[in-house]
């Protein structure tokens, strides 16, 4: 059985930082890109940051770019996302997910509160 | 920028009754390996999404026969041929190649 598990979220005051883990197992980790996607409470999906099989490739939306950064550990089947300098409008349900969106975590809740 | 514009918005529809949502990409959506990664999600209430249609028109294992999709270049379709209860949620639409976007939605209420 496939499964993405998410952890790391939780309530942060704005400028802080957090790191996103996203354990996978049930299918071939290492041979995927991966995806963070994140929704808004009551909004729509929004499409963060991929990375490819092999970590050397990166890609964010513009909100993002210089503020969070995207990691893989193949070893560890695992997938990370470090979010620096966070901003009320970054809170959201942030999801784990193969980059074509074939399978889900779900989910860890990001709160930017003061 | 890449937009994904979906319609209608908001699609209440009769149990047994078809429904159809569009999406329209502001370019095309075909890759350069000459695929077009459009893909079509569910999000049931308090649910993780969950892919259906990959590739325009490939149904993901599992996903009933009911939904389709087609489409082609800039315009993209789902189609489901007799709404069930267990339909009702927001489906969205989703440019799979640089830069990934979403649609923003529709959400499916039975009438």
């Known amino acids: 059985e496939v499964q993405l598990v998410e952890s790391g979220g939780g309530l942060v005051q704005p400028g802080g930082s957090l790191r996103l883990s996203c354990a996978a197992s049930?299918?071939?980790?290492?041979?995927?890109?991966m995806s963070w996607v994140r929704q808004a409470p009551g909004k729509g999906l929004e499409w963060v940051a991929n990375?490819?099989?092999?970590?050397?490739?990166?890609y964010y939306v513009d909100s993002v770019k210089g503020r969070f950064t995207i990691s893989r550990d193949n070893a560890k089947n695992s997938q990370y996302l470090q979010m620096n300098s966070l901003r009320a409008e970054d809170t959201a349900v942030y999801y784990c997910?193969?980059?074509?969106?074939?399978?889900w975590g779900q989910g860890t809740l990001v709160t930017v509160s003061s | 920028d890449a937009l994904m514009t979906q319609s209608p918005l908001s699609l209440p529809v009769t149990l047994g009754q078809p429904a159809s949502i569009s999406c329209r990409s502001s370019?095309?959506?075909?890759?350069?390996?000459?695929?077009?990664?459009l893909n079509w999600f569910q999000q049931r209430p308090g649910q993780s999404p969950r892919r259906l249609i990959y590739?325009?028109?490939n149904r993901d294992s599992g996903v009933p026969d009911r939904f389709s999709g087609s489409g082609s270049g800039t315009y993209f379709t789902l189609k489901i041929s007799s709404v069930e209860a267990e339909d009702v949620g927001v489906y969205y639409c989703?440019?799979?190649?640089?830069?990934?976007?979403f649609g923003q939605g529709t959400k499916l209420e039975i009438k």
């Open positions: 590739e325009v028109s």
């Open positions: 997910a193969t980059k074509q969106g074939d399978y």
């Open positions: 370019q095309s959506l075909v890759y350069s390996d000459g695929n077009t990664y």
């Open positions: 989703m440019r799979g190649s640089h830069p990934y976007t």
């Open positions: 049930g299918f071939t980790f290492s041979s995927y890109w």
């Open positions: 990375i490819n099989q092999d970590g050397s490739g990166k």
